[in-house]
């Protein structure tokens, strides 16, 4: 389950299913790595629930910067699972920027290696949790000024 506890009180959840939530941890990564925050965790933080931002009317409505997110968290997916090399990543993150019309990004080779260490770090962390047990995350997003949003994974 994932359960975002919202700068105003508020909080929101989702079941994520019986797989490792790999694609939310990834958006995790990559959206505190760029400062996305209109990304999904910066849009939990604004009120939205998962189920409203796995809306395509809804996600139309909310700017590039979630496709940005979107497209950064897939690129870490498929460099975690091998489906890209390190050598493909920026080619795979632009090819899918420029079909929107965005500008292409220019991620050191650093960054990169530090984005998927970071991943996997949450990824094994999460994988050692036993039933019951969960697994919080911070993630700062500028929300009218001040705020934090309080992601929290547990093994269903």
Request: proline residues 6%; negative net charge.
């Amino acid at each position: 389950m994932l359960a975002c506890a919202r700068p105003d009180g508020t909080a929101t959840s989702a079941e994520l299913g019986p797989n490792l939530p790999y694609h939310d941890l990834a958006h995790f990564v990559v959206e505190r790595a760029f400062g996305l925050s209109d990304g999904f965790f910066g849009n939990i933080a604004r009120g939205y629930t998962p189920a409203q931002l796995s809306d395509k009317h809804v996600i139309r409505t909310l700017g590039v910067e979630p496709y940005r997110a979107e497209i950064l968290a897939r690129a870490l997916g498929s460099l975690h699972t091998g489906a890209c090399s390190p050598e493909q990543f920026d080619d795979l993150v632009n090819a899918e920027l420029a079909s929107l019309g965005l500008p292409r990004m220019l991620i050191a080779p650093a960054l990169r290696e530090a984005l998927l260490t970071v991943f996997e770090e949450y990824l094994t962390t999460y994988q050692s949790l036993r039933d019951g047990d969960s697994m919080t995350l911070w993630f700062n997003a500028v929300v009218s000024g001040e705020s934090r949003s309080n992601p929290s994974l547990e093994r269903p």
